[in-house]
C-alpha cells in the first residue's frame, strides 16, 4: 500500500463498471485506496458498486458501497450524510459519471440531448453541492471533475450532446475552482481522449467508427493517437491521484488532458 492518500477519506461517484473490465471510476477508487484512502464507492448499480469495494478489502484497502443516483439531489444528499457519518470527512470528491448518446443536431432527439445534460453535467454539479460545505467546514479538499477532450474538438463522430455536457463540465470546474479557492478547495478536470473502458465498447460507438466491429473501432481510434496507442482507466486514475494528493496544492482549474497527443494534432 502507497501513502499519498493516507488518511484521506475519498468519495468516488461512478465507482462501478459497465461491464468487465476496468472503468475510469472504478479503477480510480481501487488507486486511492491503494494510496491509502477510505474510498465511498458510488454507483447507480449497487452492484457494482459493491464489486469495487470488494476488491479494495480483498486488498487490505478500507472502502463502503453505496448506491446511489447521482442525478437525484435526494440521493445525493444522502451518499454524501453516509460518508460524513462513516468517515467524519470529505477530502476528494471524484465526480465520474456520464454517458454517450450520438447523433447531431438535427438526429438527437430532444430525450437524449436532457439526459446527457442530466447525467453528464448535473451529477457533478449536484455533488458539489452537497459536497463543498462539508469541505468548507473542515478547511479544503480536492475535487476532480471527469470530462472529455470531446469537449475541445470533433472526434470523427457525431456526439452533439457529449461534446456540449463536457464543455459545461469544464467551465462548471472553471467558475468553482475561483469561487472557493480561498476556502482550501480545489476543483480541477480530467480529460481523457480515446479511451479503451467497458463504456466506450457499450456506448454503440462502434457503430459509428467501424460498422458495428468493436475490435476494428479499437483500432481505428488507437490510430488516431500520436502514441499510436488507446488509453485506458489507469491513466485517469493515476492522473486523478496527482490531483487528489498534497502533490498538487497549487494546482486549481487545471483541464488535464489524457490523451497520447491527440488534441495536438490539427486534424
Known amino acids: 500500500?502507497?501513502?499519498?492518500?493516507?488518511?484521506?477519506?475519498?468519495?468516488?461517484?461512478?465507482?462501478?463498471?459497465?461491464?468487465?473490465?476496468?472503468?475510469?471510476?472504478?479503477?480510480?477508487?481501487?488507486?486511492?485506496?491503494?494510496?491509502?484512502?477510505?474510498?465511498?464507492?458510488?454507483?447507480?448499480?449497487?452492484?457494482?458498486?459493491?464489486?469495487?469495494?470488494?476488491?479494495?478489502?480483498?486488498?487490505?484497502?478500507?472502502?463502503?458501497?453505496?448506491?446511489?443516483?447521482?442525478?437525484?439531489?435526494?440521493?445525493?444528499?444522502?451518499?454524501?450524510?453516509?460518508?460524513?457519518?462513516r468517515y467524519r470527512r470529505i477530502d476528494i470528491l471524484h465526480n465520474n459519471v456520464g454517458i454517450v448518446a450520438t447523433g447531431g443536431v438535427v438526429d438527437l432527439a430532444e430525450a437524449e440531448w436532457d439526459r446527457a445534460f442530466a447525467v453528464n453535467v448535473k451529477t457533478a454539479f449536484l455533488a458539489m453541492k452537497y459536497v463543498i460545505p462539508v469541505m468548507e467546514r473542515q478547511g479544503g479538499g480536492s475535487i476532480i471533475n471527469v470530462s472529455s477532450i470531446a469537449s475541445l474538438r470533433h472526434l470523427g463522430v457525431d456526439y452533439c450532446s457529449y461534446a456540449a455536457t463536457k464543455s459545461a463540465v469544464n467551465h462548471l470546474t472553471s467558475v468553482t475552482a475561483v469561487q472557493y479557492a480561498p476556502h482550501g478547495i480545489r476543483v480541477n478536470a480530467i480529460l481523457p481522449g480515446l479511451m479503451k473502458t467497458p463504456m466506450v465498447e457499450a456506448s454503440g460507438l462502434a457503430a459509428d467508427y467501424a460498422k458495428g466491429d468493436v475490435d476494428e473501432m479499437w483500432r481505428r481510434r488507437a490510430a488516431m493517437v500520436p502514441m499510436q496507442r488507446a488509453g485506458d482507466a489507469w491513466d485517469v486514475a493515476n492522473a486523478a491521484l496527482f490531483l487528489a494528493s498534497d502533490e498538487s496544492t497549487y494546482v486549481t482549474g487545471l483541464m488535464m488532458v489524457v490523451d497520447g497527443g491527440l488534441t495536438l494534432k490539427s486534424g
Do not use: Y
Open 1 to 85: 500500500m502507497g501513502e499519498r492518500l493516507r488518511g484521506k477519506v475519498a468519495l468516488v461517484v461512478g465507482a462501478g463498471s459497465i461491464g468487465p473490465g476496468w472503468g475510469n471510476g472504478k479503477a480510480t477508487a481501487v488507486t486511492f485506496a491503494r494510496e491509502g484512502a477510505s474510498v465511498v464507492c458510488v454507483d447507480r448499480s449497487g452492484e457494482a458498486a459493491r464489486e469495487t469495494a470488494q476488491i479494495i478489502a480483498g486488498e487490505g484497502g478500507e472502502a463502503i458501497a453505496v448506491e446511489a443516483d447521482a442525478t437525484k439531489a435526494s440521493d445525493v444528499a444522502e451518499m454524501v450524510a453516509t460518508t460524513v457519518e
